[in-house]
T-cell receptor, first 111, second 112 residues
Framework: NAGVTQTPKFRILKIGQSMTLQCTQD?????MYWYRQDPGMGLKLIYY???????DKGEVPNGYNVSRSTTEDFPLRLELAAPSQTSVYFC??????????FGSGTRLTVV | DAKTTQPPSMDCAEGRAANLPCNHS???????VYWYRQIHSQGPQYIIH???NNETNEMASLIITEDRKSSTLILPHATLRDTAVYYC?????????????FGTGTLLAVQP
């Protein structure tokens, strides 16, 4: 099992550009999550999904969108990048009764 | 907001036990205590969780006080590779809406 795979690992965006952060898991987990982590801070939840076709907002959803068309994939979309979105983004998945498995992260810089 | 309080940093000598405290005085009866760690620039890694009994696995031990208002994560023989930020989190088990809420954690520095 590869676990949770995130791509790309690094990206630089210009203000106003758009991009999609990819996340895929091969563990057949129903629950998936997107977090962001600013320097020196803990992780903050952006969006989550309980299964294909179902998504919901977390603590900091503004400026982001998600979709969940399959169990495996949970992409995060930034439509109009802003400097405040400079952060490290982590995707995670889990079974209902166990701990989360996190990806290795995407480091995004908006200039 | 995070429902736990942890010291911002701790040091530990290599080979010694590392004892990381966590206060969760407002924990509810159905909330579990979870511990994760984050090694620099990597995604958080699950360590252990428990409800009210002490728990042990291959990575660590978790000691929860009888009143459940605090807990201690114990790494029995710390190595340099255990240097990381350790997060103590309380949450209800099960259900996607019972989300992990991260605080700022404890930076454990294992010294040679």
């Amino acid at each position: 099992n590869a676990g949770v795979t995130q791509t790309p690992k690094f990206r630089i965006l210009k203000i106003g550009q758009s991009m999609t952060l990819q996340c895929t898991q091969d563990m057949n987990h129903n629950y998936m999550y997107w977090y962001r982590q600013d320097p020196g801070m803990g992780l903050k939840l952006i969006y989550y999904s309980v299964g294909a076709g179902i998504t919901d907002k977390g603590e900091v959803p503004n400026g982001y969108n998600v979709s969940r068309s399959t169990t495996e994939d949970f992409p995060l979309r930034l439509e109009l990048a802003a400097p405040s979105q400079t952060s490290v983004y982590f995707c995670a998945s889990r079974r209902i009764d166990y701990g989360y498995t996190f990806g290795s992260g995407t480091r995004l810089t908006v200039v | 907001d995070a429902k736990t309080t942890q010291p911002p940093s701790m040091d530990c000598a290599e080979g010694r036990a590392a004892n990381l405290p966590c206060n969760h005085s407002t924990i509810s009866g159905n909330e579990y205590v979870y511990w994760y760690r984050q090694i620099h620039s990597q995604g958080p890694q699950y360590i252990i969780h428990g409800l009210k009994n002490n728990e042990t696995n291959e990575m660590a031990s978790l000691i929860i006080t009888e009143d459940r208002k605090s807990s201690t994560l114990i790494l029995p023989h710390a190595t340099l590779r255990d240097t990381a930020v350790y997060y103590c989190i309380v949450r209800v088990q099960g259900g996607a809406t019972n989300k992990l809420i991260f605080g700022t954690g404890t930076l454990l520095a294992v010294q040679p």
